[in-house]
């Protein structure tokens, strides 16, 4: 079951380091890209940054809504990941191509995609700068879910390895999140 | 044994997101944090980006010096990686803190930690804004090593759990880099 996440909470979604799919829609059209570079830069407001290549059909869709979703996919969707990370959508119709399912957000157009583990509704902070320079986006959370059989009060719990979020290396590697380790302080 | 990796290789050290442990010096001193929002944002020639608190003495150091190290741990020094992310280096050794020994790098002064998967030597591109709005640093890669019981012709090879990476959470908790899966394209 999708539930929200605190938003104070949401920075844990992708603290990890996992891949993630970027969803974004502008008027009629949407895309889902496979990104490995994103991560949370603060905690309250959330915000994350996010690379999105200049020549990415992405990249037009997000400049132009001022949005972005960061879903975090799971090991059963390891396939269509990487179709997702392949494929351009200027020539593609990536969501028939990898046959992800989306939903509707709550704050933002871009479409969210169905199984993921956890959801992240951003709003661009315009840096030009970054923008040009690195293709680095940086955006606020404003609104976040996850899927409570992997993620719930704040914590994720990832027994099902189905389930497992994914990390990327490349040439189509990945490696699934493994066991958790509580370290005691001092 | 520590062998090099080659530049446009260095981002496979960083891409699948693993916690990192941050080191710098100036002058006589010297640091060593734990920071989990790292991220490549470029392969060649390869860049690093970082969040470093504004608070910390390890900013302080990277600032005078412009330069910092990413040094990727392994397991079997998690104890040390969650004490090198709670203390402060402005009123604790932090070397001493935690038992990290450390060895000189190749092209910058900050100690590079011992027993590490990996290790990236990075001079700062300074960007004023990034660093003042979002304490977030971008670092160019001059040169990277790695253990090559784990990473060798540009590949992870994480069969020995002592020396598999490690993803943080929150709260003391970290997950292990997991299996790997490699996905064959269509």
């Not at 889902?32 to 990249?59: C, E, G, L, Y």
Request: proline share 5%.
């Amino acid at each position: 079951m999708r539930i929200p996440v605190a938003l104070d909470k949401a920075y844990r979604l992708l603290n990890h380091g996992p891949v993630v799919l970027v969803s974004s829609a502008h008027g009629d059209a949407r895309n889902v890209m496979a990104a490995a570079w994103s991560m949370p830069i603060d905690f309250s407001p959330p915000k994350v940054a996010v690379v999105v290549d200049a020549r990415s059909f992405s990249r037009q869709l997000i400049e132009a809504s001022g949005e972005f979703a960061i879903n975090i996919p799971c090991r059963n969707q390891i396939e269509a990941v990487l179709k997702a990370g392949i494929a351009s959508g200027r020539d593609t119709d990536k969501f028939a191509h990898t046959g992800f399912k989306s939903f509707a957000g709550h704050r933002i157009a871009a479409p969210l995609i169905e199984g993921c583990a956890g959801w992240l509704e951003c709003r661009v902070i315009t840096e030009p700068h970054n923008e040009a320079a690195y293709d680095l986006f940086i955006g606020e959370v404003i609104s976040a879910q996850a899927d409570d059989r992997v993620f719930r009060d704040g914590r994720w719990n990832m027994t099902d390895d189905n389930l497992r979020t994914l990390h990327y290396l490349s040439g189509g590697t990945f490696f699934a999140t493994g066991d958790a380790i509580t370290v005691a302080p001092d």
